[in-house]
């Protein structure tokens, strides 16, 4: 089964007078253990996508599923539970909190999902261990180089085990020995785990090494 389908999604925008359609029908399916990048020009919708998908802005028509479960007829309420237990996010940027060490930043959204302290500690410990963090678990964002920081985020991203993964430009802010780095920690992750992940990308080489490639055209996700 897929960890995640849309459904003819369509997403539109005001601007000013005029309302564009971003989404105009999208179907797309994810399924787990699948690493899929989204590659498409900058304005064609992808951080739109990626929210939608991820239940952070509601579609104006079309079905969100994860794991099997409709969301357009959910709660706001319902819809923030499955986005805390069920997806994760990654961005250009780090996003973590600056005051928080590493391994505070990793427990935060389980101590959020209601995990006791001990067992969200160990988990972050483990994720932070396995993505070669191990020895940076007290440090600060600040004190953490910027591959570190993106690594320190995906640790974060996956804390609570989600079914899916969105990353909107994971790798955007690094250059290009350090993004080749993060993404082959990101990669690794999503094989072992079994995580299904949806990766918005401008870097073609990383793109090409994923599973599959799709892109935006005219507001369907078309193959590539
Ligand atoms: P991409 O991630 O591919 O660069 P986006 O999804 O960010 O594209 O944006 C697609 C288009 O939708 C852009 O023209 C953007 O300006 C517009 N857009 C995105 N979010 C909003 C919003 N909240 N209000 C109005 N326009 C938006
Ligand atoms: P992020 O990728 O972290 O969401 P963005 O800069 O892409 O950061 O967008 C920040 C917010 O602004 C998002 O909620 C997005 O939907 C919205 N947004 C993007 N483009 C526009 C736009 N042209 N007009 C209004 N809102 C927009």
């Known amino acids: 089964m897929e960890t995640l389908r849309l459904e003819a999604i369509h997403r539109r925008y005001k601007q000013g007078q005029a309302t564009i359609e971003i989404l ?3 179907d797309f399916s994810l399924y787990p253990g699948e690493a899929v990048a989204l590659v498409a020009p900058s304005g064609a919708g992808k951080s739109t996508l990626l929210h939608v998908a991820g239940l952070l802005e509601r579609p104006d028509g079309g079905e969100v599923i994860i794991g099997g479960r409709p969301t357009s007829s959910l ?4 819809r923030t539970r499955i986005r805390r237990h069920e997806v994760g996010f990654v961005y250009q940027f780090h996003h973590l909190m600056g005051e928080f060490s590493a391994m505070e930043n990793v427990m935060l959204p389980q101590l959020v999902a209601g995990l006791d302290k001990k067992e ?3 988990r972050a410990e483990e994720l932070l261990q396995w993505l070669g963090l191990g020895h940076r678990g007290t440090h600060r964002p600040a004190e953490l180089s910027g591959g ?8 974060r991203a996956v804390a609570n ?14 250059d290009v020995v350090t993004a080749e780095a993060v993404f082959e920690s ?19 080489e990383l793109a090409a090494r994923m599973d599959r490639r799709i892109t935006l055209r005219d507001g369907l996700a078309v193959e590539v």
């Open 24 to 26: 105009r029908g999208t």
């Open 75 to 78: 709660s706001d309420a319902e």
């Open 120 to 122: 969200a500690r160990k």
């Open 148 to 155: 570190e920081q993106q690594r320190v985020a995906i640790a």
């Open 161 to 174: 085990a989600p079914r899916v993964l969105f990353a909107d430009e994971p790798t955007g802010n690094l």
């Open 186 to 204: 990101l990669f690794k992750l999503i094989k072992a785990t079994g995580l299904s992940a949806l990766v918005a990308t401008h870097n073609l």
